[in-house]
T-cell receptor, first 114, second 114 residues
């Protein structure tokens, strides 16, 4: 089982739709969680950090479910410009403590159509 | 402007010819990391550094070297490149403040080894 797993998609949705992605992680001691957006082979850009209480930024909402070991990203009122690959990232804690390492999922591709 | 820079952005080289990809950040971040990204395999960590003169292997370190002589710079060295190192490479950095490891990425270096 991969340490961080995402459904690669693609998710094809019409403009205005609400879409949700999940990301599961295997290390229950993981500390920090993030969503990144990556456009067509450009660098990943931090979209949101995911806090235990959930995090909302405009049309984007991120949630953490520690019991089931997954994080989610909800996008409301999808825009054409939301088309991208969304990567989740998890900061695990290993036996040597927190090394600052991030483990990335393979990404979920979203295509928003007119 | 806070940023991570990489050079070169594109490089075509031949098998066995040593090369260095430079990475520099101006945010006084302690943590720096190198990733490679390949289709179907996602982002994989090559090496990381938690501070000056402190480096450690990531998940795919074979064929690579790094050094961290200054806080701002973290070059990636391929002593004898091979075609299987053809990939898209990203450098990233984070502050690690308050135990949160949001990473910020450079623009990427597309390397082709023939």
């Amino acid at each position: 089982r991969k340490e961080v797993e995402q459904d690669p998609g693609p998710f094809n949705v019409p403009e205005g739709a609400t879409v949700a992605f999940n990301c599961t992680y295997s290390n229950s001691a993981s500390q920090s969680f993030f969503w990144y957006r990556q456009d067509c082979r450009k660098e990943p850009k931090l979209l949101m950090s995911v806090y235990s209480s959930g995090n909302e930024d405009g049309r984007f909402t991120a949630q953490l479910n520690r019991a089931s070991q997954y994080i989610s990203l909800l996008i409301r009122d999808s825009k054409l410009s939301d088309s991208a690959t969304y990567l989740c990232a998890v900061n695990p804690r290993d036996g040597s403590g927190n090394t600052g390492k991030l483990i990335f999922g393979q990404g979920t591709t979203l295509q928003v159509k007119p | 402007e806070a940023q991570v820079t990489q050079n070169p952005r594109y490089l075509i080289t031949v098998t066995g010819k040593k090369l260095t990809v430079t990475c520099s950040q101006n945010m006084n971040h302690e943590y720096m990391s190198w990733y490679r990204q390949d289709p179907g395999l996602g982002l994989r960590q090559i090496y990381y550094s938690m501070n000056v003169e402190v480096t450690d292997k990531g998940d795919v370190p074979e064929g690579y070297k790094v050094s961290r002589k200054e806080k701002r710079n973290f070059p990636l060295i391929l002593e004898s490149p091979s075609p299987n190192q053809t990939s898209l490479y990203f450098c990233a950095s984070s502050s690690g403040l308050a135990g949160v490891y949001e990473q910020y990425f450079g623009p990427g270096t597309r390397l082709t080894v023939t």
